[in-house]
Nanobody, 125 residues
Framework: QVQLVESGGGLVQAGGSLRLSCAASGRTFSTDARGWFRQAPGKEREFVATISWILGVTYYADAVKGRFTISRDNAKNTAYLQMNSLKPEDTAVYYC??????????????????WGQGTQVTVSS
């Protein structure tokens, strides 16, 4: 099993920045990728970004390209999501997820095996 704990959420004004962290523990060697998803009120959970743990290859949703950056610190078993130029429509609960194997369906929830509890991000206008 892998346990994921997110942190770094909060309230920020539009145009501001936040950095989310996702700390992993347990059998982290069994995972190949770490991703971020988000769920806004009344909407389905959607893909934000993902990173392959060994090679560091990254993928982003179109809505966040150029504003968000996903990274990882292998020694700390922690993934990060740097969010800049935040917009009110970025308001959501952000979830960290880990995949045993990253495949072409990297933007699908079904590709991920472990999930964190989520952290709230609120962007005021």
């Amino acid at each position: 099993q892998v346990q994921l704990v997110e942190s770094g959420g909060g309230l920020v004004q539009a145009g501001g920045s936040l950095r989310l962290s996702c700390a992993a523990s347990g059998r982290t060697f069994s995972t190949d990728a770490r991703g971020w998803f988000r769920q806004a009120p009344g909407k389905e959970r959607e893909f934000v970004a993902t990173i392959s743990w060994i090679l560091g290859v990254t993928y982003y949703a179109d809505a966040v390209k150029g504003r968000f950056t996903i990274s990882r610190d292998n020694a700390k078993n922690t993934a990060y999501l740097q969010m800049n130029s935040l917009k009110p429509e970025d308001t959501a609960v952000y979830y960290c997820a880990a995949a045993r194997r990253l495949n072409r369906n990297y933007d699908s929830e079904s590709n991920y095996d472990y999930w964190g509890q989520g952290t709230q991000v609120t962007v005021s206008s």
